[in-house]
């Protein structure tokens, strides 16, 4: 006699870890693949087919192919908006309750898009020649519209800006005294500062203002 064995779907798809991680690039176009997640099955055939598909934490801005597991962009993605997906990756036997789920982490990367902005051009201060070395007159602003490291902002003197008795704090952008001001020989004192973004300049993404400081 011979006695055939006839396969039964009785083994659910098998993720081969519970979280996975992947990372991609803010403004990456649709259809980009960023990962691709897979699970295997211990049946045969028919039986070992895994469709692949989001659970309830799905974002219109990703999309799983259902029969490799991989993911891809819908639209472009915006750090400042949203700078971490936590998605629910769910693979099951078609038309069968045998499933598994597992976690998975996208991480948007941040782009430098933004370029800080000082929010007036000039600032004025007025000082007397015996202020005490070390005062803090006050300070200056910029804004940039990025997120993370790409949005601090750092303040730096230009050239001659940096021998006339003044200092600054590159984080804070406060102006503090260095040295003795002399009203007979600098009535008024003119600073320029500029505000940059962590990295090398590369044109362009920078700005600058002027301090002016009365002595009396």
Not at 15 to 44: C, L, Q
Request: with cysteine.
């Amino acid at each position: 006699y011979t006695v055939q064995v006839s396969d039964v779907n009785d083994n659910a798809p098998v993720f081969n870890d519970t979280h996975f991680t992947a990372s991609v690039y803010e403004n990456t176009p649709s259809d980009v693949v960023i990962t691709t997640i897979s699970a295997k099955d211990a049946d045969m055939g028919q039986n070992a087919i895994i469709e692949y598909m989001f659970g309830v934490t799905a974002s219109s801005s990703l999309f799983i192919n259902r029969l490799t597991g991989t993911i891809k962009t819908s639209a472009a993605l915006d750090y400042e908006q949203t700078s971490e997906y936590n998605l629910v990756v769910i693979a099951t036997n078609p038309g069968t309750q045998l499933r598994n789920t597992t976690q998975v982490t996208i991480q948007v990367k941040g782009v430098n898009e933004f370029y800080p902005k000082f929010v007036q051009k000039n600032y004025p201060f007025s000082i007397k020649e015996s202020i005490p070395i070390n005062t803090v007159l006050g300070s200056v602003l910029a804004t940039d519209d990025d997120r993370g490291e790409d949005g601090v902002v750092y303040y730096y003197l230009i050239g001659s800006s940096n021998t006339k008795g003044f200092k600054l704090d590159h984080k804070t952008g406060e102006i503090i005294v260095s040295g003795r001001p002399d009203y007979e020989s600098s009535p008024t004192i003119v600073l320029t500062v500029m505000a940059k973004n962590w990295g090398s300049i590369q044109g362009g993404d920078t700005d600058e203002c002027t301090i002016s400081i009365t002595i009396e």
